[in-house]
């Protein structure tokens, strides 16, 4: 019975809109079918919608940095300790929750992408419309394939709509899954029907570009993971035909901004190539239907009551993460905040920084965290800026000699000593939403869009597919260009190390750090060297477990797979 519920749980029940599941069911009373619904130009965008939203459920949920980024050099325990199985590895099997969430919503997301071209022959739409909707639903489900082959490796490769009770498919090789990938980009690139961009239209709907840049992803990973050089060259290829010649000319935190008055029109940049789309203003739940974003990679510092924000407590930025960023790169000042005032009673408030402009001038201010490069004289120096308001500030150092953050105790503490504080750490602000969080202290009303895929990303991607591909004076071009806007001066050598740093300071809190570290090689050696819980046994904990467990349940429900198909070491 477990068996019959969980098949079905995967390949039936995935489609969610609003009345649908009554009459995809036999139990369904209507007179109204499924293919009479969806025959209609609105049915038949409801299933349009419903593809897309399926990316809420990996983007938008607040596992989402347990999914991607445990386990790696860039986020510690806090307040809240990460997952132990898959920040420790040692304990990780097969059982673990968040991995078969992971993979259930990501074949949930396979089939509502599917269900668009399965009803689209009886759509009564145009046919260029049409042919649109299907291509977008097909990059959908390959960005869904993508997660699952960097995640998980090989998986059950599904290739259209199941519109019957399924009980099984077979493991396909990476190798399988990455072709089938690669195919559906290059075919949907090559037929034209989507629209160049849709940056600074919003960004949410599937774009030309947008398919272009996970192709070059895609071919990125593949290289890597099935050791075909040729895909470097071909990666750097897709990279360049996203960059199209162009410069990173918004500056980093204007990119970044967090408007209070309400303005999203940030988000639609034409750096901002794919998105996980909201907005506040037709929101259908204008309060609890955001996301999460805004609380992730912060620890607790006061509650709605004291004029805090909300918090998750954990994965707060390593030391080591920190000491990417060299002194003069503004992403640090856009990404974390480095001044808190008296957050007690609701005297003084978190979100006073945005309602001054970006500043907590005329504001006393009650902790500092200055940056691991900063010098006595650059404290006086911010001192000096507004004295009065800065003579009595407790002085929190980011480096491994610091301070006990909360109760402002005299003596000497080490970072990760004092990141499982209470205000522990530089908040992360560069995804806050100063707009609809100023008034409510929440985790789930961040209405900025979600960031898939940006331009400056695809930038370390090309660098990163140069160097391998063997043309450095590209791959330090591409690279550069990222540090050019980060005004910091141009690398002189280049190699996988500096890709990685550079991946910090640009991406922090982005994408998935976990996939950078076990597509280049590199997760054993850095968490050896950074991940506080792994620090010198990495290779021991590790082990074999350089990709992530089969959830148990999806062996044990797929007639067609085994404990055979699991990945090594579980």
Known sequence: MKKY????????????????DDFLTTENKSSVTDKDHFSTEAGFETLVNNAYEKLRGIYATSSYTTFFQAGTDMYGDARLKINDELHEYETLNPENSSMKTLYTNCYKGIRAAYAVSYYAADANVSEALCKKRIDEARVIAVQFYYILVNTFGGVPLIKEYVSNIETGYPRATATDVYTYMIDELEDVIAAGALDASTAKKGGGRVSIEAAQALLAQTYLAAAWDLDKSEYFTKAAQAADA???????????????????????????????????????????????????WSVFYTNYIGSGSDGGKGSKSAFIVTLHALKCFEKG???????????????????????????????????????????????????EAWRSIDPENRKDTWIIPMSENTREPQDYTEGVITYEQMIGYNYGGSPCRKFDDSYTLKNIYSEKDDYRDIHIITLSEIYLVAAEAYLKAGNEQLALARLNEVRRRAGLAAAASIDIDAIL??????????????????????????????????????????????????????????????????????
């Not at 995967?10 to 009345?19: D, G, H, K, W």
């Not at 819980?533 to 067609?560: S, Y």
Request: hydrophobic fraction near 35%.
């Open 5 to 20: 519920i969980y098949t079905i749980m995967i390949l039936i029940c995935s489609i969610s809109i609003v009345s649908c």
């Open 329 to 379: 790169d503004v992403r640090y000042d856009a990404t974390f905040m480095k001044e808190l005032p008296d957050l007690l009673n609701g005297v003084y408030s978190y979100w006073t920084f945005y309602k001054n402009g970006g500043n907590f001038i005329g504001t006393p201010i009650k902790r500092y965290y200055p940056a691991w490069y900063e010098t006595a004289d650059d404290i």
């Open 501 to 570: 740093k550079e991946r910090v300071c640009e991406l922090f809190g982005q994408g998935s750090r976990w996939f950078d570290l076990r597509r280049t090689k590199k997760l054993v050696e850095y968490n050896n060297l950074y991940n506080k819980r792994l620090e010198g046994r990495a290779q021991q904990a590790i082990g074999q477990k350089l990709l992530r467990p089969i959830p148990q349940a999806a062996i044990d429900a797929n007639d067609q797979m085994s404990s055979a198909d699991q990945n090594p070491g579980y």
């Open 242 to 292: 996203v960059i199209a010649g162009r410069s990173l000319t918004t500056p980093f935190a204007e990119l970044w901004k967090s408007d209070y008055n309400g303005d999203y029109s940030g988000d639609d940049n034409e750096e901002f190539l794919w998105d996980v789309e909201y907005d506040h203003a037709t929101a259908s739940t204008p309060q609890g239907g955001g996301h999460c």
